[in-house]
T-cell receptor, first 113, second 110 residues
């Protein structure tokens, strides 16, 4: 099992550009999450999904969009990138809620200049 | 609203015991997680509490008091490799959002 796979690992964007961060998991997990982590800080929830076709906003959704057309994939779209979106982005999945721990991808380091 | 507080930094000596506290105020509660994160890496799961009391896992233990909105992570027999950030996270009920605190950076010195 590959677990949670994120691509790309690194990306530099110019202000105003758009991009999609890819996330896929092969554990048949229902729940998937996108977090961002600024230097020296904790994780902030951007969007999450409790199953295919269902998505909900987290703490910091502005400037991002998601979709969940399959159980495996949960891409994060950045429209009109801004310097404030410079961060490390982590995708995670879990079997269900309750005591299921999150399995994290290795992260995408994004710089917007 | 949701608020999760942890100390920003702690230091300890190899072989010692350290306790990292986490206090939370959330509209709903369905469990508390502790994660470890080494610099430049993804977080990894350490422990889960949903009922009051102590959960022990080897050198690591985690405690929860739901009435006080309080948890702690206890690390015994500290090793240099325990130098990392420790993240407290609360699962909200009924939304199932998992909200993280700001994390505690622990430095272990010889």
């Amino acid at each position: 099992n590959a677990g949670v796979t994120q691509t790309p690992k690194f990306r530099i964007l110019k202000i105003g550009q758009s991009m999609t961060l890819q996330c896929t998991q092969d554990m048949n997990h229902n729940y998937m999450y996108w977090y961002r982590q600024d230097p020296g800080m904790g994780l902030k929830l951007i969007y999450y999904s409790v199953g295919a076709g269902i998505t909900d906003k987290g703490e910091v959704p502005n400037g991002y969009n998601v979709s969940r057309s399959t159980t495996e994939d949960f891409p994060l779209r950045l429209e009109l990138a801004a310097p404030s979106q410079t961060s490390v982005y982590f995708c995670a999945s879990s079997r269900t809620g309750d005591n299921s721990p999150l399995h994290f991808g290795n992260g995408t380091r994004l710089t917007v200049t | 609203g949701q608020n999760i507080d942890q100390p920003t930094e702690m230091t300890a000596t190899e072989g010692a015991i350290v306790q990292i506290n986490c206090t939370y105020q959330t509209s709903g509660f369905n469990g508390l997680f502790w994660y470890q994160q080494h610099a430049g890496e993804a977080p990894t799961f350490l422990s889960y509490n949903v009922l009051d009391g102590l959960e022990e896992k080897g050198r690591f233990s985690s405690f929860l008091s739901r009435s006080k909105g309080y948890s702690y992570l206890l690390l015994k027999e500290l090793q240099m490799k325990d130098s990392a950030s420790y993240l407290c996270a609360v699962r909200d009920d009924p939304t199932d959002k998992l909200i993280f605190g700001t994390g505690t950076r622990l430095q272990v010195f010889p």
